[in-house]
Nanobody
């Protein structure tokens, strides 16, 4: 059974930073593609960033480039998301997602492509 466990969420003022972590476990886990999604209050889940094991090259939602950094530690089987210059509208529950398939770039932002999900960690950006 594959488990994803997020941590690092919390309260931060606008302009501040947070670092989220996701620990993956389970014999069946290869994690060819891992990603972060978020769900703002009252809205749908949206793509944040992803990284493919084969290339290690990250992909980001256009609005996040330069402020967020996704990293994969293959030795520890963890995924992190460094978030800088946070905005109030980025208040959301942040989810770690993974699939054992190597997704094509156009599929990285599609929720349904990921079969493993964490329980989410809330991030509140407010003054």
């Amino acid at each position: 059974q594959v488990q994803l466990l997020e941590s690092g969420g919390g309260f931060v003022q606008p302009g501040g930073s947070l670092r989220l972590s996701c620990a993956a476990s389970g014999r069946a886990f290869t994690g060819q593609t891992m990603a972060w999604f978020r769900q703002p209050p009252g809205k749908g889940r949206e793509f944040v960033a992803a990284v493919k094991r084969s290339s290690g090259t990250p992909s980001y939602a256009n609005s996040l480039k330069g402020r967020f950094t996704i990293r994969r530690d293959y030795a520890k089987n963890t995924l992190s998301l460094q978030m800088n210059s946070l905005k109030p509208e980025e208040t959301a529950v942040y989810y770690c997602a993974a699939t054992n398939r190597l997704l094509i770039t156009s599929a990285l932002a599609v929720n349904e492509e990921y079969e493993f999900w964490g329980q989410g960690t809330p991030v509140t950006v407010s003054s």
